[in-house]
Structures are given as C-alpha cells and as structure tokens.
Nanobody
Framework: QGALVESGGGLVQAGGSLRLSCAAS????????MGWFRQAPGKEREFVAAIGWSGGSTRYADSVKGRFTISRGNAKNTVYLQMNSMKPEDTDVYYC??????????????????WGQGTQVTVSS
C-alpha cells in the first residue's frame, strides 16, 4: 500500500523558518501531483500548496504566497515545503497528500488518493 511520511515540524518563533518534508515509502509518487494542507482543531483542512508531478507547476493559497515554497526532490518521490516569515496563524498540523490530478488538491481535497499522518507546526509570537 505504501505510506506518506511527513517530518520537519516543530516550534519556531514568529518570523522564523521551517522546512517540512514528505517522503513516499513502499510506493512511488513520481507521476503524482503532491500537496500540503493544514488543519487546526475543530476546523476544516485547508489547502496550502501543490506541485505537479514534474515540478513545473505550482499553486499556493493566498495566505502563504510569497512566504512558502513547495518543491520536489530529484527523484520526485519527496516533496518539501519551505516556510519563511512564519506567523502565529501558521500554527497547525500539516499534512501532505498525493493524487494523479493536481487540480483535485484545491477543488476536491476530500477525494485525494493518499494522505500522510501529519506533523505539528507551532509558531510562537
């Protein structure tokens, strides 16, 4: 079946940076679009960023544009989220996801094929 495993979460001060990683194991995602989402307790999961299978197309939520950058590793089986100029409102559990269709990331996230288990990001003020 395989798994998506996120890492890199933690505690950072406002204005600081973190880099999240998501690696696929047991299954290749090199031909899949990948994306990042975040969710606070009691709230819906929110789209953050997505990247196409080749890495050539990206899309960001307005709330993170200019601060976050999504990228893929050379083998295309890992996705990263570089988070800069972080704000307390970025505090959430961050999840990665994979799907054959990048548009599903922001149009129908409930239908995404594959999710990771999440990593906590906390930004202190």
């Amino acid at each position: 079946q395989g798994a998506l495993v996120e890492s890199g979460g933690g505690l950072v001060q406002a204005g600081g940076s973190l880099r999240l990683s998501c690696a696929a194991s047991g299954r290749t995602v090199s031909s899949y679009a990948m994306g990042w989402f975040r969710q606070a307790p009691g709230k819906e999961r929110e789209f953050v960023a997505a990247i196409g299978w080749s890495g050539g197309s990206t899309r960001y939520a307005d709330s993170v544009k200019g601060r976050f950058t999504i990228s893929r590793g050379n083998a295309k089986n890992t996705v990263y989220l570089q988070m800069n100029s972080m704000k307390p409102e970025d505090t959430d559990v961050y999840y990665c996801a994979a799907d054959p269709n990048i548009a599903t990331m922001w149009r129908s996230p409930a239908q995404l094929a594959w999710w990771g288990q999440g990593t906590q990001v906390t930004v202190s003020s």
